[in-house]
């Protein structure tokens, strides 16, 4: 069965710290993505990837990097973590061919103290 | 507005009725998609529908797309407590790389037992 981990389900960080949110998925997808989620704005695309070493910006990339070096691993990182990060964050995959799901995984509750 | 704006925001129903929920988006698209999400966990995958289809089942799911009204709606027949979630629709749409997905802020539906 398909699997998309997420290495933290909550994190609590400080103001200014560099963040590094992972998630690995077993499923040989060319495609990741990460979002955030936050009430009432639904679903917001930060960054996605469709191949090692690839990445393009989503609707709100500021604030944020990322990092794919493997396949199968595809890394969030907060510059600088600010408190308006606060938010929970859902990473994703999907099969590089048109007309696929994008699997999910469990998510990662961030809190920026 | 966003792309893919889901109607109503909330609904609350009986254990054995039907729910229906309605997606509209602005764009032309490659395919429509609905997703569910548990309360604290990721989205699941539930149908996807191209843009050439009208119609679509999988089990007690029925979701409809009219792509001149550009608007899709999510049928559950005879709901149960476990139905109880987040219904997300998301869009691929064609003007945008990559199968990223667009997604509303999602209606929430609660089955009363």
């Known amino acids: 069965d398909v699997k998309v981990t997420q290495s933290s389900r909550y994190l609590v960080k400080r103001t200014g710290e560099k963040v590094f949110l992972e998630c690995v998925q077993d499923m040989d997808h060319e495609n990741m993505f990460w979002y955030r989620q936050d009430p009432g704005l639904g679903l917001r695309l930060i960054y996605f990837s469709y191949d090692v070493k690839m990445k393009e910006k989503g609707d709100i990339p500021e604030g944020y990097s990322v990092s794919r070096e493997k396949k199968e691993r595809f890394s969030l990182i907060l510059e600088s973590a600010s408190t308006n990060q606060t938010s929970m964050y859902l990473c994703?995959?999907?099969?590089?061919?048109?007309?696929?799901?994008?699997?999910f995984g469990d998510g990662t509750r961030l809190s920026i103290l | 507005s966003q792309q893919g704006e889901e109607d109503p925001q909330a609904l609350s129903i009986q254990e054995g009725e039907n729910a229906t929920m309605n997606c509209s988006y602005k764009?032309?698209?490659?395919?429509l998609q609905w997703y569910r999400q548990n309360s604290g966990r990721g989205l699941v995958h539930l149908i996807l529908?191209?843009?050439?289809?009208r119609e679509k089942h999988s089990g007690r799911l029925r979701v409809t797309l009219d792509t001149s009204k550009k608007s899709s709606s999510l049928l559950i027949t005879a709901s149960r407590a476990a139905d109880t979630a987040s219904y997300f629709c998301?869009?691929?749409?064609?003007?945008?790389?990559?199968?990223?997905?667009?997604f509303g802020e999602g209606t929430q539906l609660t089955v009363n037992p």
């Open positions: 994703a995959s999907s099969l590089f061919v048109g007309n696929q799901p994008q699997h």
């Open positions: 998301a869009t691929d749409r064609r003007e945008t790389s990559g199968s990223r997905l667009t």
């Open positions: 764009t032309s698209i490659n395919n």
């Open positions: 529908i191209r843009s050439n289809e």
